[in-house]
Structure formats: structure tokens, C-alpha cells
């Protein structure tokens, strides 16, 4: 391997990283402000809303509320785990998008189905993004 490659890759820094998808029983976004794929950026906690461009008119209700890193990071990846800090988790995620749509919090509630959360410097295998 040339020298200047393992100088790169040497160069490489990991950071801590934590990814949310949450599934809810309809694709609410698209009828709400036409999000039909792409992204958003705010300044709330979630940081980033992926709207997916697979599925669209179809049953297929997945987004991820929340890709973050660096600083942010770590805050999220404290609720990752455990059936309380599911909860609180869940709860932060709708009330953001909530906020962020202009809907209201008990009606994103009752599509929210479900979210899996995952947090690189928990995985062995990356132990860092």
C-alpha cells in the first residue's frame, strides 16, 4: 500500500454518530407540506428529517427523523436503549416533528407506529462513524 494511502487512511477520524428511523401507518408527509424524497435541516434537536424516496405512494411509511453526529451525538445515543429512554426518545422525536410540520403532537402521535435507533460507538464492528 503506497504510503501516501495508509497516510490517509491514518489521517481518517471517527466520530460518534446516531441514526433514528421511525415508521408510522401513513406517509403523512407527503400530504402535509409534499415531501416527496430529500431532506431538511433545523436547528431543533433532530437536526436532520431524511424523507425517503422509496415507497412514495405506496404503504411504505419510513423516515429518518434524526442523523447526527459530532457533539450531537452522544446526547442522542444516551436514550438509544432501555424501554423509559424508548419513550423519552420517541416523545422528542414527534414533539420536533411536530414543531417543524405544524402538526399537532397528538395527531403525529397516533400515526407513529414505531423507531429504531442506532448508535455507531455502540457497534463493534465501527465503534465510531
Keep these: 500500500m503506497p504510503f501516501t494511502l495508509q497516510q490517509a487512511i491514518q489521517s481518517l477520524q471517527y466520530g ?4 433514528i428511523a421511525t415508521r408510522f401507518s ?7 407540506q409534499n415531501h416527496q424524497g430529500g431532506l431538511s ?3 431543533r434537536p ?48 414527534l414533539s420536533d416533528l411536530a414543531q417543524i410540520h405544524e402538526v399537532e403532537y397528538e ?6 407506529q414505531d423507531h429504531d435507533a442506532w448508535s455507531w460507538d455502540n457497534s463493534e464492528f465501527s465503534v465510531g462513524a
Design 16 to 19: 460518534p454518530s446516531v441514526k
Design 26 to 32: 401513513t406517509r403523512w408527509w407527503e400530504t402535509v
Design 41 to 43: 435541516r433545523t436547528d
Design 46 to 93: 433532530t437536526r436532520i428529517v431524511v424523507y425517503s424516496s422509496y415507497g412514495i405512494n405506496t404503504n411504505a411509511a419510513t423516515m429518518i427523523i434524526s442523523y447526527t453526529w459530532t457533539q450531537d451525538a452522544p446526547r442522542k445515543a444516551a436514550f438509544v436503549k432501555g424501554s423509559v429512554a424508548d419513550t423519552v426518545l420517541r416523545d422528542a422525536i
Design 107 to 112: 395527531w403525529l402521535l397516533a400515526q407513529y
